[in-house]
């Protein structure tokens, strides 16, 4: 059964950039779009959509509040989706997941994907 593992969080400093990876293991999803998501802990929101990118790589969508400052990628060949963060705000802090697109055409509804990570902690201190 196919599991995806996000990597690449951590604490960082207002302004810096960072790039996180979600790997697939146990199974491929280069014949699948993907998308990142993130959750502020304590908050009382739902999982906020940030990008997503097709099977191939070549069409993207981008959520409003980190558009500009975010880059959606993958390399099918190792299983992997990335997302390329930079110029980092301390209201980025959130856990950081990937998601399987499995159906829909809506590409910011939770309910469109079948399949995620656990996360990753991404912590900005100013």
């Known amino acids: 059964q196919v599991r995806l593992v996000e990597s690449g969080g951590g604490l960082v400093q207002a302004g810096d950039p960072l790039r996180l990876s979600c790997t697939a293991f146990?199974?491929?999803?280069?014949?699948?779009?993907m998308g990142w998501f993130r959750q502020a802990p304590g908050t009382g929101k739902e999982r906020e959509f940030i990008a997503a990118i097709n099977l191939r790589g070549d069409r993207t969508w981008y959520g409003d509040f980190m558009k500009g400052r975010v880059t959606i990628s993958r390399d099918n060949a190792k299983n992997t989706v990335y997302l390329q963060m930079n110029s980092l705000k301390p209201e980025d802090t959130a856990v950081y997941y990937c998601?399987?697109?499995?159906?829909?055409?809506?590409?910011?509804?939770?309910?469109?994907?079948?399949?995620w990570g656990r996360g990753t902690q991404v912590t900005v201190s100013s």
């Open positions: 146990g199974g491929t999803i280069h014949d699948t779009p």
């Open positions: 998601a399987r697109w499995a159906w829909g055409t809506e590409e910011r509804l939770l309910k469109n994907y079948d399949l």
